[in-house]
């Protein structure tokens, strides 16, 4: 009997399409919240493919908070840009981002500005993306209303409707919560469309301070004095960071494609820095999942690598040679991500040609994802602190998934960590 790894019942994305770097497309009412996030997002963008950055709306902002801020806030990412390039090659250059920023539908929220008469410079964009040659997924980012991501759809049934198929298969939307009136009309127009809607875990663990409910809401990682020290006196950059403390109810749209190993945006229901979503009824509809019962767990078990990357990121703002600063190890196998293994079998899991490029001391932790696979329970990895670690597949998986993480953080001052997932 064999335990068959990686196999889901879902729409699932292979390794080659998701080795490239993630096509992302962001719209944003410009709430403080949001700036806030994108200060983030500047610092990941060597993680992204960014096909276009979107001022919209919301029903919290019926007129979004203006066109310039996005325009702004990289004019200051330009000021730290030459630092950037030391540390990682993959920043794009401040005008590129500029290129790349379309203004949206600021006018009408919701369904109101859904149809003949209502498209934008960034709805005409989303049809753009999602009707090219390209077939990577495109990531649509809700960090406000869905006015301008319902338009594009909309558009595309209108005038393209032997494309609809295709564009629809492309489209994975993540929206931070419900924005607008729009998510129960899309589902049942557009119902090939990935919806995932993060509707619980960001609130109490990367929202708003005040209401902060979870396990980990004392840590250092979320106080003033953190954030002050670790952030807004780091830099220029750091310095426009307009928020005490951590208040990004938007940052786990792109958490969930950010190049940490955990592969979450090959499947939702994987989980990783943005969270883990289940699908729940007969069409493509994702919401928060729970791991040991509590649905904001997913978010908060991942909360301290998070804050202490984004510090370390920052740093990079700072430094202007490579030695000067830390970066995250690279975490490698011995064998294939996906493995095909007998019950009952002993397994080694072998991540020796891990390796630093800082040369720093690594720290490795070996564990069991349960409520990622179909096999739903916890499994004992001997050694699990090493390169290298033994399981014995359980006699009762056979036909079942068990996931593995290989968790590797490195000792520096500003430590990061990244992961291997063995299905």
Request: proline share 5%; net charge negative; aromatic share 12%.
């Amino acid at each position: 009997m064999f335990a068959l790894f990686a196999i889901q019942a879902c729409k699932t994305f292979t390794q080659s399409e998701v080795s490239e770097r993630p096509r992302i497309i962001v719209t944003t009412d410009g709430e403080t919240d949001d700036k806030a996030s994108f200060l983030r997002f500047l610092l990941y963008t060597t993680d992204f493919d960014i096909e276009a950055l979107i001022y919209t709306n919301s029903m919290w902002h019926l007129q979004g908070n203006g066109t310039e801020w996005m325009h702004d806030m990289i004019d200051e990412y330009a000021r730290v840009y030459p630092n950037l390039k030391a540390h990682h090659h993959g920043f794009p250059e401040p005008e590129y981002l500029k290129s790349k920023i379309y203004v949206g539908q600021m006018e009408q929220v919701g369904r109101a500005a859904v149809g003949e008469g209502w498209d934008t410079p960034g709805s005409n964009k989303i049809v753009e993306v999602l009707l090219d040659d390209d077939p990577r997924p495109v990531w649509l980012q809700a960090w406000g209303g869905l006015n301008n991501i319902a338009q594009a759809l909309y558009r595309i049934k209108e005038s393209y409707p032997d494309q609809l198929e295709k564009a629809s298969e492309k489209a994975w939307i993540y929206a931070i919560a419900e924005q607008d009136d729009l998510r129960e009309w899309m589902h049942e127009e557009f119902p090939r469309v990935n919806y995932i809607l993060n509707q619980s875990q960001f609130w109490r663990v990367v929202a708003y301070a005040w209401d902060r409910l979870n396990p980990l809401k004392d840590h250092e990682v979320y106080t003033r004095e953190w954030t002050t020290r670790n952030i807004k006196e780091v830099s220029s950059f750091g310095a426009i960071y307009d928020r005490d403390e951590l208040e990004e109810g938007d940052s786990p749209a792109f958490f969930h494609v950010i190049n940490t190993g955990m592969r979450s945006h090959e499947n939702p229901s994987w989980g990783g820095w943005g969270g883990r979503f289940e699908r729940i009824g007969p069409g493509n509809f994702w919401i928060d999942a729970e791991d040991d019962g509590d649905n904001l767990k997913p978010l908060w078990r991942f909360i301290i690598p998070i804050q202490e990357d984004f510090a370390a990121r920052m740093q990079w703002t700072a430094a202007s040679n490579f030695e000067d600063a830390n970066h995250a190890p690279v975490v490698k196998l011995a064998h294939d991500e996906d493995l095909l293994v007998k019950t009952g079998s002993d397994i080694k899991l072998d991540a020796s040609p891990t390796y630093d490029p800082d040369g720093d001391e690594l720290i490795f932790n070996w564990w069991v994802y349960p409520e990622a696979g179909t096999y739903g329970a916890s499994v004992e990895i001997q050694n699990n602190d090493n390169p290298e670690a033994q399981m014995t597949v359980p006699s009762d998986a056979a036909g079942k998934t068990i996931h593995v993480i290989c968790e590797v953080k490195d000792n520096a001052s500003f430590p990061m960590t990244r992961y291997r997932r063995v299905i």
